[in-house]
Every structure is written in C-alpha cells, then in structure tokens.
C-alpha cells in the first residue's frame, strides 16, 4: 500500500514572504500609504500583489503571528489575509490591537479577524471602551464586520439597537477614527441587518455629516443616509458575506 506524503512545498518562511514583499514593493503605493499613516520599514505593496503570496500560503496561523509582529505595515496587513481565526487566540487579538499603528491595520486587518473569531463580540465590546483611539476604532470595525457576517439569529438586536443609539449621541465627540467608524457602523447595521435598516437610516439622518480629518487624502467620509439609500435601492439589503477580509 502506497502512503501518499502531505506536499509541504507551498510552506514560505517569513524571510522568504519579506523577499516577494520587497519584490513587489512599489514607491508610488508607499508615498500614497505614508500620507495615509503608514510607518517605515515597509515596502509599499498593493492590496492585488499581497494576495499572489496569499494564494501560495493559504492559511499559516504561525507565520501570521511572524509577520505581524515584524511592524512592517505590509507584512501585518498580509497576516490578516492569512490568519487563521480558528486558531486565534483572544492573546493573539489583543495583542494584534495593540500593535495597530494606523487605520489600515486597526480598523480592516484586526477587525476581520476578531470578527470571524470566535471572541468577536466580546472584544469588540471591549475594545469600543478603550481610550486610546485606534482600539476604539477597532472595535466598532469589528462590530460593523459581525453584523455582516453573522446570520441575524445569532446577532443580540436589542444590544445592537442601544449600540446605535449611543452611536447618534456620540459620534460628534468622539476622536478621529472613532467617529469614521462609528458612521461605518450605522452603515453597516442597515445593510446587514434588515430589522434594523430603518432605524439605522433614521439615526443616519439625524447624525448628518460627519467631520474626519482624512490626512493630506482626498478620501472622503461616507454620507450614511445616502450611502444607506444605495442599497436599499440595489435590492441588497440583508446580503451577508462569507468573509470579512478583502
């Protein structure tokens, strides 16, 4: 009888991962990063070139642990294409905050994960209390990435509905990021969560704009009643995802 052998040939070290980044490093991408937030050492290297080495390495919980406690803000974004939240340990996670230097990394790489962790709702219930601000952010990243994941039955609408509620009389104090995030929530709440779409374009409109110093960006601040409207119109309201990461 013939033992068919597991094919390792697809396992990359983290010096191995640091050279493709470098490879694809890109210095238009990394002057547009550093206006963003992003800190030297990094190389620069777009979204669409991460997921090459993605498809090579599929999932690697070790090596994601590796890469983002490098502190080069490509090889921590790539850990969250790669993390396996299965394995996930809620150490990992908040040690994943704490190391999130900048929005991409607080607000997308961390959020992801912890949503599709199974320690989601606890720490982003957490994180939301922080006073520093980039684990606040966080945390309502991660709330706005559970209520799309999530099927509505296992999703706590009351504790949502204050959530929101809090969100309206908030927003406008809260610092920077915060505020990006709590108006990505409302978005989020009345595009995931059809109980609650009407409610969530209600208080859209009672918030109005919101002021986020975006950086020397010409990135923009969605305007949720109208973001809301879109897709409510599109017919896509209520349409989970299958992963939070992107």
């Not at 094919?7 to 990394?30: A, H, P, R, W």
């Not at 959020?111 to 980039?134: M, R």
Request: include cysteine.
């Amino acid at each position: 009888m013939s033992v068919k052998i597991k094919d390792n040939t697809n396992i990359m070290t983290k010096e191995e991962v640091f050279k493709e980044l470098e490879s694809y490093g890109n210095e238009g991408t990394k002057s547009v990063l550093v206006k963003h937030g992003a800190r030297e050492p990094f190389y620069g290297v777009k979204v669409q070139d991460l997921k090459k080495i993605v498809r090579k390495i599929k999932k690697d919980y070790q090596l994601s642990l590796e890469l983002y406690d490098s502190g080069n803000s490509d090889a921590m974004y790539l850990a969250g294409l790669i993390a396996d939240e299965k394995m996930m340990t809620k150490t990992d996670l908040q040690n994943w905050v704490k190391g999130a230097y900048w929005y991409m990394i607080s607000e997308y790489t961390v959020p992801w994960i912890a949503a599709e962790s199974q320690f989601g709702f606890e720490l982003a219930l957490e994180w939301i209390e922080s006073k520093q601000e980039n684990t606040a952010a966080a945390g309502w990243s991660t709330l706005s990435s559970l209520v799309a994941l999530k099927p509505d039955e296992e999703l706590d609408i009351e504790l949502l509905k204050r959530l929101l509620l809090r969100v309206e009389k908030e927003i406008h104090t809260s610092s920077n990021r915060v505020k990006y995030t709590m108006n990505g929530f409302v978005i989020s709440l009345g595009a995931y969560v059809p109980e609650l779409t009407n409610l969530s374009m209600k208080i859209a409109k009672k918030i109005g704009k919101v002021d986020v110093y975006m950086g020397k960006t010409s990135c923009k601040v969605p305007f949720a009643p109208e973001y809301l409207q879109k897709i409510i119109d599109k017919g896509r309201v209520g349409k989970k995802k299958k992963t939070a990461r992107c």
